[in-house]
């Protein structure tokens, strides 16, 4: 699960939606996500054109078509629940089904615009947006050190499940602490010698 | 509990982006002002950290996990408005670089975890802290304000998801907050385990260093608060509120009523065939408040059974 | 002329008062290249944080440390972090953006240079590394190789007058080694390394510094003081192989 949810973080399909300006991609997959929020039930049209407006980027982004399905699955179970819980309430307004419909394009969309976006890129646009400083640099640091964290953890986890004889769960909740506090230990030292490394190199 | 886009509409989007603008505007100018340079990098390492742990997988039964959501957890350990910034980060990249949570239900979601969670939880956390002294108490403390802050998180979000149309009232409060009455014990129980373990090895890691002087905290924290109960007033009163006649009689008179097919406040939905969802919502509710008590009654059970009395002496008391 | 580093009777605690550094003293003449040995908890690394700046916190300095002349005080600390270029031991704590370009245009950006300037500093800084060409990789994908050598051009894009290197051979392969070695040896700034790379010490230095439990030991030419075996082994090091053999791959023992 780590591999499939983080390696993709490093994963780039080069095509020619990777090579159009960050700028224009996020402009447009806001437009279409704010569209199809605001879009009301009967504008089947917008819907349509939405939809295949997606899926021509998506041929030409070159994703794996695997790929992408396994993330749009990833919300059926969201529908679902709401689709049980309001099978229940019959004066419920909306149906599910737009509600559905709804979520997978703009699902798509953020899928689309990530996996064809390099996120220094993304930061840059949020930069220029104005977005705080301060803002910036936790998600710079955040995304630079995120792969370096759960390698430390799935090293951390493994190393102690070597030595775990026991398969009582209190044991293994103790373990799973030991090595989440030791986790935000050692992320803690890393600020600090990251802070020194900023400082040595004239940040201010 | 991350809302994808679709599921709340323009309305409910627009009103919680405005809440969470502010708070988080406010955590980072906070957070601007109080934080020392050198925990500058310590915002980014603990987002990454919080991102990393939120995958580790603590077993529960037949199959299943728990996750450590960790808004309480960072915000004990870093203060409130670090919390803020720290979850808001979290979330982003979540949104934009793993589609969990929408692009315009970021704000919802900021709302949720980081304002209602992060700070909401830091007050209770706060609070016990106050009434219970020593480090048994912080566990308690942590422990306690976990569960609350899922909860609270929980029905705020089933309000949004009401207020949109999506889901009623009585059957999002009932699913949202029965299942995460119990997703917050795990919640609870882990922030607590993980905060002693780190107490115990860096007591300087969950001192007050990390916060800033007690009556600049009490005023940032009474803001949060503000922008909480604003929240809480806009999206789960109407609904909880017993008198909705009442309601929709001011509603009429404001001139919300004339919205286009819009109805702000939704009314109960008549006829006997909900009264089922009705009551499961009113049991939710009594159960909920029961609730409270009984965790915070586990919540100092656990302390007790993991702080020993040796290292009450070692640690010194909070103010 | 002035020690490119001159330290004098430096003393530093840790927060829970253990002593970590006991009255040391050494200098470093300009161009030389001098090898800093010790057990580990020496006490080499502190020392390192020493001639940046970065160390003590509270900067209420004693004038222990000069740079090239001058005395390092909390005002003029700007102007040596521009003159010590400092090689961290972890490549990933120094590797802090996302791509190799931004990280090594990070410490020019700083300077103040225009982005002409920087572009040029940054081709340079990679090219003097062996990385030219990797402008555009991103950090993470690097072999440990390849982040040492990326921390290098961080630091060379800055053009520093002394270079300090922590463990920069640690973990590396042995032709990983070799490359770095052949690297530092063409970089003409005075140099001060770290290591428990015996043979780098003996290939590429001049003199060597013993520290033990905070205090220096020993100083002299390395071939002597390497060679002093009871030295070596009664500080938790060892007299190394390549006095004994001339290495197949490098250059023959000494300067």
């Known amino acids: 699960m780590i591999d499939d949810w983080v390696g993709h973080l490093h994963r780039r399909w080069d095509s020619p939606v990777a090579r159009l300006p960050a700028t224009f991609k996020l402009g447009v997959g806001l437009v279409i996500i704010f569209g199809t929020v605001l879009a009301p039930p009967w504008a089947v049209g917008w819907f349509v054109s939405a939809a295949l407006l997606l899926l021509i980027t998506v041929a030409l982004s070159r994703i ?84 370096v964290l759960v390698e430390e953890a799935e090293r951390m986890r493994r190393a102690r499940a070597s030595r775990t004889f026991t398969h009582r769960r209190g044991a293994r909740w103790q373990t799973l602490s030991t090595v989440v506090s030791q986790l935000f230990v050692r992320a803690s030292e890393r600020a600090e010698r990251i802070y020194d490394a900023m400082c040595a190199r004239g940040w201010k | 509990m991350h809302i994808p886009d679709g599921f709340i509409d323009a309305k409910t989007a627009a009103a919680t982006a405005l809440l969470s603008a502010a708070g988080v505007g406010l955590a980072l100018r906070q957070a601007r002002r109080t934080l020392p340079p050198r925990r500058v990098p310590l915002l980014g390492l603990a987002a990454a950290f919080l991102f990393a742990t939120q995958m580790v997988n603590f077993p529960v039964a037949g199959g299943t996990s728990g996750h450590l959501v960790g808004g309480v957890l960072v915000a004990a350990l870093l203060g409130p408005s670090a919390a803020i910034v720290v979850l808001t980060a979290v979330l982003i990249v979540q949104c934009f670089l793993f589609a969990d949570g929408g692009v315009l239900a970021l704000g919802a979601n900021v709302f949720n975890m980081a304002i209602i969670g992060a700070a909401g939880g830091y007050a209770i956390y706060r609070l016990v802290c106050h009434w219970l002294p020593g480090t048994r108490g912080q566990v308690a403390a942590v422990a306690f304000a976990g569960w609350c802050s899922t909860l609270l998180a929980s029905i705020c979000c089933a309000g949004e998801l009401a207020w949109s149309g999506t889901v009623a009232w009585p059957a999002a409060f009932t699913a949202m907050a029965s299942v995460h009455m119990v997703i917050g014990i795990g919640e609870g129980l882990i922030s607590a385990l993980v905060f002693l373990a780190i107490r115990r090895m860096r007591p300087d890691l969950t001192g007050e260093i990390n916060a800033p002087a007690p009556t600049r905290q009490w005023g940032e924290l009474v803001c949060y608060g503000l ?93 | 002329m002035n020690a490119a580093i001159q330290v004098a009777n ?39 944080l020493h001639l940046n700046g970065l160390l003590p916190e509270k900067l209420g300095w004693n004038g222990a440390v000069h740079i090239l002349g001058q005395a390092l005080t909390p005002d003029n600390i700007d102007t040596v972090r521009k003159q010590v270029g400092l090689v961290f031991q972890d490549p990933d704590d120094q590797l802090f953006c996302p791509s190799v370009e931004e990280d090594v245009a990070f410490g020019p950006r700083q300077l103040g240079l225009s982005e002409a300037e920087v572009k040029v500093r940054v081709q340079k800084a990679l090219a003097e590394a062996g990385l030219a060409g990797f402008s555009h990789r991103a950090t993470h994908h690097l072999s440990h190789g390849e982040k040492r050598r990326a921390c290098l051009a961080g630091v060379l894009a800055c053009e520093p007058t002394v270079l300090v290197l922590d463990e920069p051979t640690s973990d590396l392969d042995p032709r990983g080694r070799r490359e770095f070695k052949a690297l530092l040896r063409q970089i003409s700034a005075t140099k001060l390394i770290a ?61």
């Not at chain 1, 996120?119 to 640099?137: C, D, E, N, Q, Y």
């Not at chain 2, 909920?288 to 007790?304: K, P, Q, Y």
């Not at chain 3, 300009?30 to 020392?47: A, F, H, I, M, R």
Request: aromatic letters at 6%; charged letters at 15%; glycine letters at 10%.
């Open chain 3, 10 to 48: 430096l003393t530093y605690r840790y927060h829970d008062g253990t002593e970590a550094l006991r009255g040391v003293s050494f200098g470093v003449a300009p161009g030389e290249c001098v090898g800093l040995l010790g057990p580990n908890g020496s006490g080499k690394s502190t020392l390192l």
């Open chain 3, 195 to 255: 290591t428990h790379d015996l043979e780098l010490v003996v290939e590429l230095c001049s003199r060597a510094i013993v520290l033990d439990r905070g205090a220096v030991v020993a100083e002299g030419p390395v071939a002597e003081l390497l060679d002093n075996e009871e030295l070596m082994l009664a500080h938790g090091l060892e007299r190394p192989h390549i006095l004994r053999h001339r290495h197949p791959h490098g250059q023959e023992g000494g300067e």
């Open chain 1, 64 to 147: 794996p078509p695997l790929f992408l399905l396994k993330r749009l699955a990833w919300l059926s179970p969201l529908i679902l629940g709401v689709a049980l819980v309001n099978a229940l309430q019959p004066a419920a307004r909306g149906s599910w089904m737009l509600v559905a419909a709804k979520s997978t394009i703009c699902l798509l969309t953020i899928i689309v615009v990530s996996n064809t976006t390099p996120f220094s890129r993304i930061l840059r646009v949020l930069k220029a947006a104005h977005v705080p400083g301060l803002l910036i640099t936790t998600l710079a640091l955040m995304h630079r050190y995120l792969f």
């Open chain 2, 227 to 319: 922008l909480a109960a604003l929240g809480i007033t806009i999206f789960v009163a109407p609904f909880a509120c017993p008198w909705p006649d009442g309601l929709e009689s001011v509603a009429a008179r404001l001139g919300f009523e004339h919205q286009a097919g819009h109805r702000v406040v939704r009314a109960p939905a008549p006829g006997y065939q909900v009264a089922g969802v009705r009551w499961a919502a009113g049991a939710t509710a009594v159960a909920g408040a029961a609730g409270t008590l009984v965790v915070f009654g586990l919540a100092l059970l656990l302390a007790r059974s993991l702080v020993r009395e040796t290292e009450e002496d070692n640690h010194p008391t909070r103010p």
